[in-house]
């Protein structure tokens, strides 16, 4: 309740500024007209949401794939581990601002450029979240696992992968933020749709208020993404939030 | 299985194992008869649950020699997987093998966990999870079992209580058992023999017989008096 207070009194500041404040609305759009161009332009949001939420979504679930085997890779193997790290941070470092114009280029303005920039901002955290849990299972785990004469692939399939599942889901969680931005960003390098390309396209028109409305959309899909992984990693791991002591 | 007629189930012979420079077994010899059960005792970090390892070989000696049937270990701590529910982490060595599971079902009956086959972890007591993880210690089948302070994380009472089941248990199936623990008065009720270890780098100071019948209990006499010895020697 408390929480609910507090938006609506800073989107009523917002909406009172706005009105009453002095401010052009192309500058800065009330609320109310915001609200007014998500009616009015329903259909061509609907568009680009639709685009930029597969964007979101199937770029987020790369990064989920390829984040937790590349940890399973990295936690199997100590020399990879130690080849793999600076590799990792260094993919971090890559200006997306400088190779998205260049997968257009090469790919064209598809959905896999986008797809691209999304998974490689993304899986980073989830790297890092899958080892670490990893890591950490009791070393007195194994060797219970071994005495019982458990197989390497036994050892992965009943201790590891269970433990890896919530911290990679946790990882993503943690991308989703920056994920919106990835694909925003990769829109704006090269597309002819999306929230992005909504975005740049009608600031110079002076729709401020769609623009706007676009980001509004960007943070609802957003918190979908958020509270859908929030949502998968109670139901496939419920114990990640039960447990009092660890494996 | 066991070999027909061995006469030792486990054996040590002088052995030593160090980690980089800290010597923590020195010269070890122990030998335990199929179903002997053999009480460790000694000062904490002197190296019990390297021995444990040795017997299990999860880890090699640097010199001597490990003779063992193939040996089960159970943690000091129950870790079971928080992904199974009990019946399924009882079972886990019967999974782990592809045998049929419906033993583990009879098992948790024998512990007292009838109705709580499908309990997640988190819901059991203290006391459950540990029976669960004797019963999956026991349904791994190993002739030798190695516990490494199975009783320690326990209130008296129930431990008290799993005493006497550990016994039943033994009592219907024999098997070698080998536990480390720093209850003395656990030690002369549970085994055979008790073997006493110095402060590290372990070695044996003493071995000393329990040729007391079962039950006993830790009021008997002879027990007491056992325990006294124990202490005096660890001392």
């Known amino acids: 309740m408390a929480a609910l207070a507090i938006i ?48 979101i979504v199937f770029g987020l679930v790369i990064a989920l794939i390829l984040g937790a085997l590349l940890a399973l890779v990295m936690h199997l193997s100590k020399a990879l581990r130690g080849a793999a790290w600076p590799l990792l941070v260094a993919s971090q470092a890559i200006p997306v601002a400088v190779i998205a114009p260049l997968l257009v280029t090469w790919w064209g303005f598809g959905i896999a450029p986008k797809l691209f920039v999304v998974a490689i901002v993304c ?6 979240t899958t080892l670490g849990a990893l890591r950490s299972i009791d070393p007195d785990l194994h060797k219970l696992l071994r005495t ?19 911290a990679a889901l946790a990882g993503a969680k943690i991308a989703v933020a920056i994920g919106s931005i990835a694909a925003v960003f990769a829109e704006y390098t090269g597309s002819s749709e999306g929230l992005g390309h909504q975005l740049l396209r009608s600031l110079p028109q ?42 | 299985m066991r070999a027909e007629g061995a006469v030792t189930s486990v054996q040590l012979e002088r052995v030593r194992r160090s980690y980089g420079d800290l010597l923590v077994v020195d010269d070890v010899s122990i030998e ?25 070989k999860l880890q090699a000696p640097d010199s001597g020699s490990v003779t063992a049937e193939r040996a089960v270990l159970m943690p000091q701590r129950d870790l079971l997987l928080p992904w199974m529910n009990a019946l399924q982490n009882a079972a886990l060595p019967l999974k782990l093998r592809g045998e049929d599971e419906s033993s583990a079902h009879a098992m948790m009956g024998e512990l007292g966990l009838d109705g709580f086959e499908h309990a997640h972890v988190w819901e059991l007591s203290g006391g459950m999870r540990q029976r669960v993880a004797f019963a999956r210690t026991l349904l791994s089948g190993a002739p030798v079992l190695c516990l490494d302070e199975p009783f320690g994380a326990l209130d008296a009472i129930t431990r008290a209580g799993l005493h006497e089941w550990l016994a039943g248990a ?20 549970l085994a055979d023999h008790v073997v006493v270890l110095s402060p590290r780098p372990a070695r044996v100071i003493e071995t000393i017989a329990v040729p007391l019948a079962r039950p006993r209990r830790g009021t008997d006499a002879d027990v007491v008096a056992l325990r006294a010895r124990v202490l005096a020697a660890m001392a």
């Open chain 2, 32 to 56: 335990v008869a199929p179903g002997e059960v053999i009480a460790i005792v000694g000062p904490s970090g002197c190296g019990k649950s390297t021995l444990l390892d040795l017997i299990c």
């Open chain 1, 148 to 166: 019982l004469g458990a197989t390497r692939w036994q050892r992965m399939r009943y201790a590891e992968i269970p433990a890896a599942l919530p």
């Open chain 1, 206 to 247: 002076l729709e401020t208020a769609r623009a706007w409305a676009a980001v509004v959309i960007l943070a609802a899909l957003s918190l979908i993404c958020f509270y859908a992984l929030q949502f998968a990693e109670r139901h496939l791991a419920p114990w990640a939030h039960r447990r009092k002591d660890h494996v």
């Open chain 2, 170 to 189: 033994l009592a219907s199936t024999p098997r070698t058992v080998v536990f480390v623990t720093h209850d003395v008065e656990e030690a002369v009720l």
């Open chain 1, 123 to 128: 899986y980073f955290p989830v790297v890092v």
């Open chain 1, 8 to 55: 609506c009194a800073l989107v009523g500041g917002w909406e009172a500024y706005a009105q009453w404040g002095g401010v052009d609305d192309f500058i800065l759009p009330a609320p109310s007209e915001i609200a007014a161009a998500l009616f009015d332009d329903r259909s061509l949001l609907l568009r680009d949401t639709l685009v930029t939420a597969q964007e």
